[in-house]
């Protein structure tokens, strides 16, 4: 952590913007705060990814608050699609030029830092706005190991380093994360994650979860919606027993591919108030840290 600390600064001394990305699905949870340290002011377009998978109403309620906030000036944020290339490519290189316009020159360009946590979608951006495959990607935290840098046709610079969780993570923050894919699932127990996310879902989105599953109705409990999501998957074990870590993995890879439905797990005025510790595996942690 010290060490993505000293990189990402050192990077950003000769940055002109900072592209943060991040989940739309979880904005707050994963917007690393020490990026807001680290900025100091500068200049930052929030780019809320996969926007595609998160509800439409609940990205733009994001997109008002982050420009509105009056803590964190210099501030713009864009909801992007994977499904529109051209208009990413567009809509980034007019906010870069606005908010830096003094490197609009041909000798002066437009220098700019993307940053975010873990399996985010900065090596996706990266490779949107080159119009080819540069960074490898991939569905688990961690791919990008190394700072890469390259050159859009327009002239400007585009630097991508490897994704960074801070020290400490709100337990439900973490559950967040860990559901939405940001952390290796040896992080955090498996099972738990998935009743935390059915939890969500029958909270939030219960026609989409009978709709989903083809449900009459949804089930009071989040051990029933497993139970149920087990059975009719047929991960049973002898005697007829539900197998709940396959059913807990059917959640959990649906949520994250999208199929379940444009999810949002967190809106702007959702507040957590579970204390500033978490359940993390702090050796498992370590180990993702020294891979990123």
Same mark, same amino acid.
């Given at each position: 952590m010290k060490k993505a600390r000293r990189t990402i600064a050192d990077a950003l001394s000769s940055k002109d913007v900072v592209l943060e990305v991040l989940d739309a /699905?979880?904005?707050? %949870? %994963? %917007?690393?705060?020490?990026?807001?340290? #680290?900025r100091r002011g500068k200049p930052c377009i929030k780019i809320l990814s996969k926007s595609d998978l998160a509800d439409p109403r609940v990205t733009q309620a994001w997109i008002t608050h982050f420009e509105t906030q009056t803590t964190d000036p210099g501030v713009v944020a864009v909801a992007l699609s994977r499904d529109n290339p051209a208009e990413v490519r567009t /809509?980034? *290189?007019? #906010?870069c030029h606005q908010l830096a316009p003094d490197r609009c020159s041909p000798s002066k360009r437009v220098r700019a830092l993307v940053v975010g946590i873990p399996n985010v979608g900065k090596s996706t951006l990266l490779n949107v706005l080159m119009g080819r495959k540069v960074a490898r990607v991939g569905d688990e935290p961690a791919v990008t190991k190394s700072e890469q840098l390259v050159t859009l046709k327009s002239g400007m610079t585009i630097s991508d380093n490897a994704g960074i969780l801070w020290p400490r993570i709100g337990e439900r923050t973490a559950l967040r994360l860990a559901l939405g894919g940001a952390m290796p699932d040896s992080v955090l127990d498996y099972e738990t994650v998935a009743r935390f996310g059915a939890e969500?879902?029958?909270? /939030?989105?219960?026609?989409? #979860?009978? *709709? /989903?599953?083809k449900l009459e109705s949804a089930p009071a409990t989040p051990e029933a919606l497993l139970d149920l999501i087990g059975r009719k998957h047929g991960c049973l074990r002898s005697g007829g027993v539900v197998d709940s870590h396959k059913a807990a993995d059917i959640l959990l890879h649906q949520f994250r591919a999208g199929t379940l439905g444009r999810i949002s797990l967190e809106a702007p005025g959702d507040v957590d108030e579970t204390p500033p510790e978490s359940p993390l595996d702090e050796h498992a942690l370590d180990e993702s840290e020294d891979d990123a």
């Open positions: /699905r979880m904005p707050a %949870s %994963s %917007s690393n705060p020490v990026l807001k340290e #680290l /809509r980034i *290189a007019k #906010l969500f879902l029958l909270a /939030r989105y219960p026609a989409l #979860l009978c *709709a /989903r599953f």
